[in-house]
């Protein structure tokens, strides 16, 4: 009977493929609560590609329209980060994890950023600032 | 011992969502972060070699052109194809929302939809490693190998090692993807799917960042009189 076979495959694969049993309870239980604190809705995915869309237009208009050299590196820096945010907070689910996990991940990034930044600001002041 | 825990132990459970995350995705996390480490030192290598380069006067359609970086070649046309760039990187992110899709479908027990959608994410993978290639063979072409100067060397180790991830995580979406058609992960076990999905959004986000760095920001000229 197909009812048997379902049941025999389900306890032959290891464990990862039997229905996940966790914070104590099984989850057959279809709870849309707990399901949103793990994924991610498909309207706020649509939303998401969208905003992409539109921020990757947007460099491509900066550099297609000649706006001046300094607001061109500022406006395509910011929508680069906006678009890597979008993409780690939505689609890598970093908004809906615990404040430790955001912590683990924020933390490390400041290491390159500050370097970043002070690799700028030594640029900035060799090539800038002799003509006081 | 507390309720809870007597609970835990009588019913023999596989305890892989320990508190709010699983170790497998705390552990891939921790492993995007350190990948993460390498790309911005070849960024800031990047970057620093651009800041230190002498600028390049090169003749672009009879114009004389001054460049901190060269981005035109000598037979006057753009290195880098932008326009061509511009579809890989939104090829990319769609391959990045059919992730997410994927993910959703799993969620929600839709063997179907994880199949599909799993399938879709692989499909933009390999067409933006194929688009790679054609793009690197052109340059090449051209005479605009690795060892032409620090424009190029740099292009092709940053868009090299991210092309080598495109292509790990190729294999390893492949490798979920068969698991899936036989029934894995489409009944309730999400959590491999989604530490699938994390290293594959990694690989779009750094593409987000290279491309910006690499292709959009060179893109300065200052042109000199004809």
């Known amino acids: 009977m197909s009812s048997e076979k379902e049941t025999i495959e389900e306890h032959d694969d290891d464990s990862d493929s039997e229905p996940v049993k966790a914070h104590g309870h099984d989850h057959k239980d279809p709870s849309l609560a707990h399901h949103a604190a793990h994924g991610a809705t498909k309207a706020e995915i649509w939303r998401v590609f969208f905003v992409l869309v539109v921020l990757t237009g947007l460099e491509l208009g900066v550099v297609k329209f000649h706006i001046g050299k300094t607001p061109m590196v500022l406006a395509l820096v910011g929508l680069a980060l906006a678009k890597a945010y979008a993409v780690a907070m939505y689609y890598m689910h970093l908004k809906g994890e615990t404040k430790i996990m955001k912590f683990m991940v924020y933390l490390p990034m400041l290491f390159p950023a500050t370097y970043a930044i002070v690799l700028m600001l030594e640029a900035i002041a060799r090539l800038f600032g002799h003509r006081a | ?226």
């Open chain 2, 1 to 226: 011992m507390s309720e809870a825990a007597e609970h835990a132990a009588h019913e023999d459970i596989v305890d892989e969502h320990f508190g709010a995350a699983s170790d497998g995705k705390v552990g891939m996390w921790i492993f995007l972060l350190t990948d993460a480490f390498s790309f911005s030192g070849l960024l800031l290598a990047y970057a620093i070699l651009r800041a230190g380069a002498q600028p390049v006067r090169t003749l672009v359609e009879g114009k004389l052109v001054e460049q901190s970086w060269p981005f035109y070649a000598a037979d006057g046309e753009p290195r880098l194809g932008i326009g061509f760039t511009a579809v890989m990187t939104f090829v990319l992110i769609c391959s990045s929302v059919t992730m997410v899709l994927a993910l959703n479908a799993a969620q929600n027990r839709n063997k179907k939809g994880l199949i599909t959608f799993l399938g879709l994410t692989i499909l933009g993978g390999a067409f933006f490693l194929c688009g790679q290639a054609f793009e690197y063979h052109h340059l090449i072409e051209r005479g605009l190998t690795l060892q032409k100067d620090h424009m190029m060397a740099t292009f092709f180790t940053v868009t090299g090692f991210h092309g080598m991830h495109v292509f790990t995580g190729v294999t390893y979406l492949t490798i979920i993807w068969v698991q899936c058609l036989f029934g894995k992960y489409s009944k309730g076990d999400y959590n491999n799917v989604e530490i699938a999905g994390l290293f594959w959004h990694f690989v779009d986000l750094v593409w987000i960042l290279v491309f910006t760095f690499v292709y959009l920001l060179p893109v300065d000229i200052k042109e000199l009189g004809p």
